[in-house]
């Protein structure tokens, strides 16, 4: 029985893509720390950075690049948090490889204390879901400062 990937089959994922190139797609995330908290992650279902491809890394990494700069015109965002979860023992809990992008500013009273280690961490309970619709309204914006 093989389990089905919840990014690969998800048409909702494919309708708030921000931005993709041949390699890799970056998305907002359904479960925010902050807003405008994205997911980027390659085209092709795999688990761990090191089933990557060379030009697949470059691509993610090109996505990474572009969207932290459109986080900080978007959202006044002077730093961001990247990191992933590699294995069920580090939190992973979608199977298919994703790079969280956090925007962080001064002032943001959600995520104010926020230490890596407890977004590494952190339990999805703790988190707010939020809308289709909203999560579409955070791609427009990024994609229009990209």
Request: net charge positive; aromatic share 6%.
């Amino acid at each position: 029985l093989t389990m089905k990937c919840e990014f690969c089959e998800s048409t909702g994922i494919k309708e708030r893509v921000i931005i993709k190139n041949s390699h890799a797609m970056a998305f907002p995330t359904n479960i925010p720390l902050a807003k405008g908290h994205v997911l980027v992650c390659p085209t092709r279902c795999v688990s761990k950075i090191d089933e990557l491809k060379e030009a697949e890394v470059g691509a993610i990494f090109d996505l990474i690049k572009g969207i932290k700069n459109a986080l900080k015109k978007t959202y006044d965002a002077k730093a961001c948090n990247i990191a992933w979860n590699e294995g069920a023992e580090a939190g992973q809990n979608i199977k298919h490889l994703h790079i969280h992008v956090v925007p962080r500013k001064g002032g943001n009273k959600k995520i104010l204390g926020y230490d890596p280690r407890q977004f590494l961490y952190g339990r999805k309970e703790n988190r707010k879901i939020v809308s289709e619709k909203e999560m579409k309204s955070v791609s427009r914006l990024i994609r229009k400062n990209l």
